[in-house]
């Protein structure tokens, strides 16, 4: 792809990453599973010791689809969505999990806004308008984040509408 070196050296107005959020880091994935492999051992051993030997590779069966679960939990937090304003330039970049990426340059001039909100949820979800289509954006963020995250890029596609400003010094 090639890009436009004016737009290289226009000033960033707005710029966001948005990823998805995940509760449990890897320490903590790390101890969950040290303990549930720990319980499931030693209840796996009580069960062998009384006869019932099956019931010992069944838990060690839950133990891998419980780190398999968790595996594929971490794999789609490798997804992420970029956002990028300059007085010319609206970049939307969506990475799936996979690496496979796709792009969407506007003009800023010509976006709008939209959301969906729901009276006792919040924000629900976020889109970018333009010449009737739309973009969904932030969809990986609660309703609290995308209220936040549409405000500043709400100011950004201002600041973006009403043109550079240029500063003169004496």
Do not use: C
């Not at 070196?5 to 320490?27: C, K, M, Q, W, Y």
């Not at 903590?28 to 010992?56: C, H, K, N, R």
């Not at 690496?99 to 919040?122: A, S």
């Amino acid at each position: 792809m090639t890009t436009d070196n004016a737009t290289d050296l226009e000033p960033t107005i707005f710029s966001a990453t948005v990823t998805p959020h995940r509760s449990l880091g890897r320490v903590g994935f790390l101890i969950l599973m040290l303990l549930v492999d720990g319980i499931s051992f030693v209840t796996g051993m009580m069960f062998l010791v009384i006869g019932d030997w099956p019931v010992f590779g069944f838990l060690g069966l839950d133990v891998l689809l419980l780190y398999w679960a968790f595996r594929l939990n971490y794999r789609h937090a490798e997804a992420y969505e970029q956002v990028t304003v300059t007085s010319s330039v609206l970049k939307v970049r969506k990475v799936n999990h996979l690496g496979r990426g796709r792009e969407w340059i506007l003009n800023p001039l010509w976006v709008r806004l939209d959301k969906i909100e729901l009276e006792e949820f919040g924000i629900d979800r976020l889109f970018l308008v333009s010449r009737g289509r739309k973009l969904a954006i932030a969809s990986f963020l609660g309703p609290d984040e995308k209220a936040s995250f549409a405000k500043e890029l709400a100011n950004a596609l201002f600041e973006a509408k009403r043109g550079p400003t240029r500063t003169v010094f004496d």
